[in-house]
């Protein structure tokens, strides 16, 4: 445990004396005027990966000393540019082209992680690199199979520069991971251990050795970056290419690089989801009349009886046969004659046969993985074990399973469920709830998680579930059979976080109706208003579903983005490539939600939704009811439904200073009291006069635009 005292520091904003009034608490007053808090934190030591202490060398031209990282842990309200902290290097890299013993090496590169904050935050705004600032979507391009040049700029799911005027093409490549403490897959594919990518160079190897898969930093906001030298611009120099003046490491130094991003994700308390009595409602508008989800609310547990459930999703298309698999090093190629996957996307390969010789290679070359590449007919992936000999058969498919209910299921996209008692044979894949199980060739033993999230729902008794936190290595494409689904929302009654819309609107009426006991899907008559259960929404804060590389899911907007695509990297709980039911609820952009009106899948850029920044209280703004398109070819809409529980997080669209809710103070200081102790906060409770002074507060206080936390430098 790290007990350090923190500091508070709060720019651009003053509560004048008149609002003293309002602090009834003693406790909300004390941390507003104290501002001076001592508290603990813990669990960051470990996260700690310091660089070598020695110089190393950087090409004929000098040397670069690389020090040891100053471990200092932000916690970030509002917006902020800054460098963060190295919590990884490694290099320079001598494996390819021009390196020999005893000759200069003409190309290098450094792979290193910048830790930004403690927390997760809501995305990112611009990259700075030597005093310039670089836009998204403009400047620095989500890299793809179609723009990479067969990957001489950078490998498809990393950020690069493709335009040859820009300096800094081909030198330097950045992954972006904002903290989201629901994302369990590996956050940068091409730092892993044995990753490797083809170049017109030929095939290198990328990755470091001393970040293992199991390196994840979860729920640390953070930055890969490459950093790549080469001594002119060349493109077949290298396996990144090369770049005109300035050479990256040619003099012996690397760029200066900042980061400028949007900090961490509050709740707004101002903003009103129960249900009231004698209210006029809109057409869409929404209520949380069991509660929010953090907490105890209305709803039961229910069981339903499971039929079969495991991988085997040949109904939906998905399982593919697979030919020739082969591994170079630590790389392994499959050849699905009918690909269908995207770089970065999780696949489960099962059944590949035994090699023999006393040695079960099936369970290496088997298990579920992240693709670092999809060019079809050939996918290649990371395989933790080398000199594994070449197999042919088995399949492959999307990393989700399908579940078959003897009565209707009543689930969403997005929700959560578990199944227990299911019957696993020999080999299968193991859906039962937190079930052990070997990996790695039964050296080892893993756990599923205690609940699974569905993503697809196909009927009223068929869904499929995302199975990719599982680390399970099947070798039979057998389903397990029987067992119990169950479920805290949407079967059989409603919940706490269930949320309920209007399709028409109306004004409700004098007694509240019984919404525990509408199920999913059911409705329930409130005066002239008709309200619908769509479950539970899909908010950006620890869901999971806001990563930024995937080349199929370019999340990109801001202010000014109505007509366009916006320049910042959002990290909502939008994702491009996704099937998502109809009346799916997501927050996108933070602090607003959005309901998709049919079932479809979603496009593979970021839809323009609205607002991409307004002031927080304006009442001349309306946004629910307005509608936006999604991007793919086959058609769908969003509607919004108005703002969420969560504070915004984009600058407002207006030429003001306001950097929205999430930086206001008052908000903040809420969000640091509530905030558990083994993290950075007080870990206190409010209770309803606090916040009634919270909201007071909020209302009058300026929008700050930064407010930081942070411990002193280690002794």
Not at 276 to 295: E, F, M, R
Not at 381 to 409: D, E, F, K, V, W
Not at 465 to 471: A, G, K, R, V, W
Request: proline letters at 7%.
């Amino acid at each position: 445990m790290i007990a350090a005292g923190v500091a508070l520091a709060a720019s651009a904003y003053f509560l004048g004396p008149g609002a003293l009034a309002l602090f009834s608490n003693t406790t909300i007053l004390n941390t507003l005027m104290g501002i001076g808090i001592t508290t603990a934190l813990s669990g960051t030591a470990g996260l700690l990966n310091t660089g070598p202490t020695d110089p190393s060398n950087i090409g004929p031209q000098g040397q670069l000393p690389v020090q040891t990282p100053n471990p200092l842990w932000r916690i970030i309200y509002g917006i902020f540019q800054f460098a963060g902290t190295v919590t990884f290097i490694d290099g320079p890299f001598l494996s390819w082209v021009g390196t020999g013993s005893g000759t200069p090496c003409n190309n290098q590169y450094i792979q290193r992680v910048h830790t930004l904050a403690a927390h997760q935050i809501a995305g990112f705004i611009a990259v700075t690199i030597d005093g310039q600032s670089y836009n998204f979507g403009t400047d620095l391009v989500l890299l793809t199979t179609a723009n990479n040049g067969s990957n001489a700029f950078g490998p498809p799911g990393m950020w690069g520069f493709i335009n040859n005027s820009n300096p800094w093409m081909g030198a330097i490549l950045f992954a972006f991971d904002c903290g989201d403490p629901g994302n369990a897959s590996q956050p940068f594919p091409f730092l892993v251990s044995g990753a490797q990518i083809t170049t017109p160079a030929g095939p290198f190897v990328l990755g470091s050795t001393r970040w293992p898969a199991g390196a994840l930093q979860r729920g640390r906001a953070k930055v890969h970056v490459i950093l790549h030298y080469v001594p002119g611009n060349n493109l077949t120099a290298g396996p990144l290419g090369g770049a005109p003046q300035p050479y990256v490491l040619g003099s012996g130094r690397i760029p200066t690089v900042e980061f400028k991003i949007m900090g961490r994700i509050i709740r707004d308390y101002r903003i009103i989801t129960a249900w009231q009595a004698d209210t006029t409602y809109p057409a869409y508008g929404y209520i949380l009349p069991l509660g929010s989800g953090s907490g105890s609310g209305g709803g039961s547990t229910s069981s339903i009886a499971i039929s079969a459930s495991g991988p085997d999703t040949n109904s939906t298309g998905m399982l593919i046969p697979l030919g020739t698999v082969s591994e170079a090093g630590n790389v392994v190629s499959v050849y699905a004659a009918a690909n269908v996957f995207t770089t970065g996307q999780k696949v489960i390969v099962f059944g590949v046969p035994s090699g023999g010789s006393g040695l079960d290679n099936s369970e290496y070359y088997n298990g579920i993985f992240t693709l670092l590449s999809a060019a079809d007919p050939t996918c290649t992936y990371i395989c933790p074990y080398t000199s594994l000999p070449t197999q042919s058969g088995g399949l492959i498919n999307s990393a989700q399973a399908i579940c078959t209910t003897t009565s209707p299921h009543g689930l969403s996209v997005g929700q959560t469920f578990s199944i227990s008692g299911a019957t696993v044979p020999t080999g299968a894949f193991n859906t039962n709830s937190g079930a052990a199980f070997p990996i790695e060739g039964g050296i080892e033993t893993g756990h599923n998680p205690a609940t699974w999230t569905v993503t697809t729902v196909i009927d009223s008794l068929n869904f499929l579930f995302d199975i990719s936190e599982s680390l399970q290595q099947p070798t039979s494409t057998s389903n397990a059979t029987g067992g119990t689904l169950s479920a805290a929302s949407g079967v059989g009654a409603g919940a706490s976080g269930d949320v309920f819309v209007t399709l028409a609107g109306g004004t409700s009426g004098a007694t509240i109706p019984d919404f525990a006991g509408v199920g999913l899907g059911g409705t329930v008559t409130d005066g002239s208003v008709t309200w619908q259960n769509v479950g539970p929404a899909t908010y950006a804060a620890g869901s999971g579903q806001t990563g930024l590389n995937n080349p199929a899911s370019l999340k990109l907007g801001g202010p000014g983005s109505a007509g366009g695509t916006g320049t910042y990297l959002v990290a909502d709980a939008w994702q491009g490539g996704t099937a998502y039911a109809q009346y799916a609820v997501i927050e996108a952009p933070i602090g607003v939600l959005q309901m998709a009106l049919t079932a479809f899948t979603s496009g593979a850029s970021r839809p323009p939704f609205v607002p991409n920044g307004v002031p927080v209280l304006d009442p001349n703004v309306n946004l629910v009811g307005q509608e936006v398109a999604e991007t793919n070819a086959g058609g769908g809409s969003w509607v919004c439904l108005g703002r969420s529980i969560y504070a915004t997080c984009m600058p407002d669209d207006d030429n003001t200073t306001n950097q929205g809710g999430f930086s206001n103070p008052a908000l903040v200081v809420a969000d640091y009291l509530q905030t558990a102790k083994n993290e950075f906060g007080l870990g206190a409770t409010l209770t309803g006069d606090s916040i009634d002074t919270v909201i007071a507060a909020a209302n009058l206080c300026d929008e700050a635009v930064v407010i930081e936390i942070f411990p002193p430098p280690a002794a």
